[in-house]
């Protein structure tokens, strides 16, 4: 497998039919935002149980000769959203009316986005072209894929009495079969609504009003004045200098600056011999990862409550303690922080050279399991990942912005090559993100294989929780047994086992030509040109 190429433009996406929607943008003149919004809303259709408009979303953006920004689409918790509305529990539920107490803020990244593309980036189509493909496939159909229709029945016992869950995604009360044509009319409305209207008319116009009622009616604690306050921010990223060149992700409240540690501290431990796929450096990046998870863990929640300034997490000296923890000979004791996820990573480059990194989740996978009866969004369930207890780091409080797994990236190298690179995973984000970025700086794979070739993940996935080593078993039996023997507790995975992530990756070269990799654990593609 070799890399897809292109020299115009190209896009990564986990769906190809939301890969294609964005090349036919990029093929009509439209930038990089432009094609990323295109991608999104079809993802947000064709995709259903990974993503939707219902959650949230983070973009990094990059244009040549200027510097890197990044749009932060995250909901807050509802302004009536209290830890007295969950009395005698330990823990939000994950599921139903209650869990969907956050603002859904994805559409309005898709309008800032869209605003800063015409302002900065000349761009000219109209949101309502955009949407076109989201629109069609929400209304006409599209075809169920093995992840769909094996997460509908996986999850199907905890989701089926959820309001307006079976109507939405059930046929007759049983999960679409792969290759059945599914459609969402209410849905396609909406996005109708949006590219008339515009995406802050889901926040303070007349789709707000319908998503309000909705919310009402299904028993959410949301309400219009959560919708109207909510605001996406455009700012500055989070970067971090390594021996290669910048890395940039996403700043708090998502755990981007996990994702920045990992290579920071790897960066500084590495030595010769070591790769990405030999067990020395597989046991370093893992080591390099609980040192993270234990920083992130204790620091990163809403910035705006948040005692330490994010930038001294990423402080050279901090850096270098956290490197010199690193145990090289054996495994260190893990406390296995908690967290899960489920998401949507795209890439897209243009022919000016100008690229976007976007990361948009509904958590869960299927959120909430809440469908919205008149607008038909599955609402997000990333609310639950706050804490009840009172004066804690992520503790509920009205407003507050919840703990995100979500961190698109970004990298300039010192060579003049820009990778643009994510993955949907949860606590695996920053994992996969080492393992594909390691493999094509530093351990000599083109960036197909650095996406394909076997993963390991520490901890949690985005499908179960649990405290092991998972290593696909496309791994040597050698590599597996040292790492066993050093303390690791291994456990073994599928050959291309989802629970590691659909990731992908752009490289964009200094003469112009782009290259590309899909994950194969995914149904998604490379569309160049």
Same mark, same amino acid.
């Given at each position: 497998?070799?890399?897809?190429?292109?020299?115009?433009?190209?896009?990564?996406?986990?769906?190809?039919?939301?890969?294609?929607?964005?090349?036919?943008?990029?093929?009509?003149?439209?930038?990089?935002?432009?094609?990323?919004?295109?991608?999104?809303?079809?993802?947000?259709?064709?995709?259903?149980?990974?993503?939707?408009?219902?959650?949230?979303?983070?973009?990094?953006?990059?244009?040549?000769?200027?510097?890197?920004?990044?749009?932060?689409?995250?909901?807050?918790?509802?302004?009536?959203?209290?830890?007295?509305?969950?009395?005698?529990?330990?823990?939000?539920?994950?599921?139903?009316?209650?869990?969907?107490?956050?603002?859904?803020?994805?559409?309005?990244?898709?309008?800032?986005?869209?605003?800063?593309?015409?302002?900065?980036?000349?761009?000219?189509?109209?949101?309502?072209?955009?949407?076109?493909?989201?629109?069609?496939?929400?209304?006409?159909?599209?075809?169920?894929?093995?992840?769909?229709?094996?997460?509908?029945?996986?999850?199907?016992?905890?989701?089926?009495?959820?309001?307006?869950?079976?109507?939405?995604?059930?046929?007759?009360?049983?999960?679409?079969?792969?290759?059945?044509?599914?459609?969402?009319?209410?849905?396609?409305?909406?996005?109708?609504?949006?590219?008339?209207?515009?995406?802050?008319?889901?926040?303070?116009?007349?789709?707000?009003?319908?998503?309000? %009622?909705? !919310?009402? @009616?299904?028993?959410?604690?949301? $309400?219009? =004045?959560?919708? /109207?306050?909510?605001? &996406? *921010? #455009?700012? +500055?990223?989070?970067?971090?200098?390594?021996?290669?060149?910048?890395?940039?992700?996403?700043?708090?409240?998502?755990?981007?600056?996990?994702?920045?540690?990992?290579?920071?501290?790897?960066?500084?431990?590495?030595?010769?011999?070591?790769?990405?796929?030999?067990?020395?450096?597989?046991?370093?990046?893992?080591?390099?990862?609980?040192? %993270?998870? !234990?920083? @992130?863990?204790?620091?990163?929640? $809403?910035? =705006?409550?948040? /005692?330490?300034?994010? &930038? *001294? #997490?990423? +402080?050279?000296?901090?850096?270098?303690?956290?490197?010199?923890?690193?145990?090289?000979?054996?495994?260190?004791?893990?406390?296995?922080?908690?967290?899960?996820?489920?998401?949507?990573?795209?890439?897209?480059?243009?022919?000016?050279?100008?690229?976007?990194?976007?990361?948009?989740?509904?958590?869960?996978?299927?959120?909430?399991?809440?469908?919205?009866?008149?607008?038909?969004?599955?609402?997000?369930?990333?609310?639950?990942?706050?804490?009840?207890?009172?004066?804690?780091?992520?503790?509920?409080?009205?407003?507050?912005?919840?703990?995100?797994?979500?961190?698109?990236?970004?990298?300039?190298?010192?060579?003049?090559?820009?990778?643009?690179?994510?993955?949907?995973?949860?606590?695996?984000?920053?994992?996969?993100?080492?393992?594909?970025?390691?493999?094509?700086?530093?351990?000599?794979?083109?960036?197909?294989?650095?996406?394909?070739?076997?993963?390991?993940?520490?901890?949690?996935?985005?499908?179960?929780?649990?405290?092991?080593?998972?290593?696909?078993?496309?791994?040597?039996?050698?590599?597996?047994?040292?790492?066993?023997?050093?303390?690791?507790?291994?456990?073994?995975?599928?050959?291309?086992?989802?629970?590691?992530?659909?990731?992908?990756?752009?490289?964009?070269?200094?003469?112009?030509?782009?290259?590309?990799?899909?994950?194969?654990?995914?149904?998604?593609?490379?569309?160049?040109?």
């Amino acid at each position: 497998m070799k890399p897809i190429l292109g020299s115009r433009g190209a896009v990564v996406a986990s769906h190809s039919l939301a890969a294609q929607a964005g090349l036919d943008i990029l093929r009509e003149g439209g930038n990089a935002i432009e094609a990323t919004i295109a991608v999104a809303s079809t993802l947000a259709v064709v995709y259903p149980h990974m993503t939707g408009i219902g959650g949230d979303g983070f973009w990094l953006l990059h244009a040549p000769g200027q510097a890197i920004r990044s749009i932060d689409a995250c909901g807050g918790a509802g302004h009536r959203v209290t830890p007295a509305l969950y009395p005698g529990l330990e823990n939000i539920p994950w599921r139903g009316p209650l869990a969907a107490n956050t603002v859904a803020g994805t559409v309005s990244g898709w309008g800032i986005a869209h605003a800063y593309s015409q302002s900065a980036w000349g761009g000219r189509l109209p949101l309502s072209r955009l949407l076109e493909s989201a629109i069609h496939y929400a209304r006409e159909g599209f075809p169920v894929t093995h992840s769909q229709q094996e997460n509908t029945r996986a999850k199907l016992a905890e989701l089926q009495q959820q309001p307006g869950f079976a109507q939405a995604f059930l046929d007759g009360g049983e999960a679409p079969a792969y290759g059945q044509r599914h459609r969402f009319p209410e849905l396609a409305a909406t996005l109708e609504q949006i590219g008339r209207a515009g995406a802050d008319d889901f926040y303070r116009g007349e789709l707000a009003a319908s998503i309000a %009622a909705d !919310l009402a @009616r299904v028993g959410s604690p949301l $309400d219009a =004045a959560d919708l /109207a306050a909510h605001r &996406a *921010e #455009l700012k +500055d990223p989070l970067s971090v200098e390594l021996s290669v060149g910048t890395v940039f992700n996403q700043a708090p409240p998502t755990q981007g600056v996990a994702s920045l540690l990992i290579l920071a501290i790897y960066d500084r431990i590495r030595q010769a011999g070591w790769s990405p796929d030999n067990v020395e450096g597989i046991h370093a990046l893992v080591e390099a990862t609980k040192q %993270a998870f !234990l920083l @992130r863990d204790r620091h990163v929640g $809403d910035p =705006a409550t948040m /005692a330490r300034p994010v &930038a *001294e #997490l990423l +402080d050279s000296a901090l850096i270098r303690r956290l490197a010199d923890a690193v145990p090289l000979d054996a495994a260190s004791p893990w406390p296995a922080p908690v967290s899960d996820g489920d998401t949507t990573w795209l890439g897209v480059i243009d022919a000016a050279g100008r690229a976007v990194s976007m990361i948009q989740s509904i958590y869960f996978e299927f959120g909430s399991g809440v469908v919205l009866p008149g607008t038909g969004i599955c609402w997000q369930n990333r609310g639950c990942s706050f804490d009840l207890h009172p004066h804690r780091l992520r503790s509920l409080v009205p407003g507050r912005k919840p703990f995100h797994t979500l961190n698109p990236a970004m990298a300039r190298l010192k060579d003049g090559r820009l990778l643009v690179y994510g993955t949907m995973g949860g606590e695996g984000q920053p994992q996969t993100q080492a393992a594909v970025f390691s493999r094509y700086v530093w351990g000599g794979h083109d960036i197909r294989s650095a996406v394909a070739a076997p993963r390991w993940l520490l901890g949690r996935t985005w499908a179960e929780q649990s405290t092991t080593l998972k290593l696909e078993s496309r791994y040597p039996a050698a590599v597996i047994e040292r790492l066993r023997a050093m303390g690791h507790p291994v456990e073994l995975a599928g050959d291309f086992d989802e629970r590691m992530g659909h990731a992908g990756a752009l490289v964009l070269h200094p003469d112009g030509h782009i290259e590309g990799g899909e994950d194969p654990r995914s149904d998604g593609c490379v569309a160049a040109w």
